[in-house]
Every structure is written in structure tokens, then in C-alpha cells.
């Protein structure tokens, strides 16, 4: 039963983590679409702020492999928290994430000189994604 936990766990990880991402990462770049009907020009600050949430994805994916290593047998609802931990956080993450991009996207292609103001609010739900993997691999 306890390797049927941490399985989950890691499957919960890496499962809940890309998902945020993709939400995220879909909700940029359907913003990203309409602002370009807009304002085609800056397509580069809509392209830098549509990657952003994509990274979520990438910390249940390090927390996923650093995790591979430990042993079910003994540690799997150990393994079962931080899987649901990690993907948990990263899931909201990514989609609050996105649509703070996605907000900073609609306000360059109205005009205004919001991006590097969106990266720094960006950067806020990213910190908690940050900290979540940090603490997966402390335990």
C-alpha cells in the first residue's frame, strides 16, 4: 500500500504541476492572440510574458526526478504529501500566474509600459511554486 501511495504522489506531482502550466500558459497565449490583432508590434514583450507560467511545469518536473530515488516502501504517505503539496501549488500557481501575464498583455497592447511591472507581479506566484519545490527537496 505504501509504494501505491508514493506512486501517487509522484504521479500527483508531475500530473498537477503541468497541468497549471498549461492552463497558464494557454490563458498568455489567448491573450497574446487578441493583443496581437491589436498591437502586432510588440509581439516580443506578449511572447516573454506567455512563457512565464511555463515553468511550473518544470519544478514538479525537478521535484519529480529528485524524488524517482527514495523508497516507497517506507516513505510513500510521506511521498503522497509532498506530491499533492508540490502539484497543488504549482496547479494555482501557473493559472494565477497566466493571468497576471495576461492581464500585463492587454495593458502593452493598449498601450501602456507594464511589462517589466507584470514579470515583477508575475514573479509573485512563481515564489510560492519556488518555495514548494525548495521544500520537497528538504524533506
Do not use: W
Not at 43 to 65: D, E, H, K, W
Not at 84 to 108: D, K, P
Amino acid at each position: 500500500m505504501n509504494e501505491i501511495l508514493g506512486y501517487l504522489g509522484l504521479g500527483l506531482m508531475l500530473a498537477l504541476s503541468g497541468i497549471g502550466s498549461c492552463y497558464g500558459t494557454t490563458i498568455v497565449g489567448n491573450a497574446a492572440e487578441g493583443a496581437l490583432k491589436k498591437n502586432p508590434s510588440k509581439s516580443s514583450s506578449y511572447m516573454i510574458l506567455s512563457a512565464l507560467p511555463a515553468t511550473q511545469g518544470l519544478y514538479g518536473f525537478v521535484a519529480f526526478l529528485m524524488s524517482m530515488g527514495r523508497d516507497f516502501t517506507t516513505e510513500g504517505p510521506l511521498m503522497l504529501g509532498i506530491g499533492l503539496g508540490v502539484g497543488l501549488v504549482c496547479l494555482f500557481s501557473g493559472i494565477r500566474q497566466g493571468q497576471v501575464c495576461a492581464n500585463g498583455i492587454m495593458g502593452i497592447a493598449q498601450g501602456h509600459d507594464v511589462q517589466t511591472n507584470t514579470m515583477i507581479y508575475a514573479a509573485l506566484p512563481e515564489f510560492y511554486a519556488i518555495l514548494a519545490l525548495v521544500a520537497a527537496l528538504m524533506v
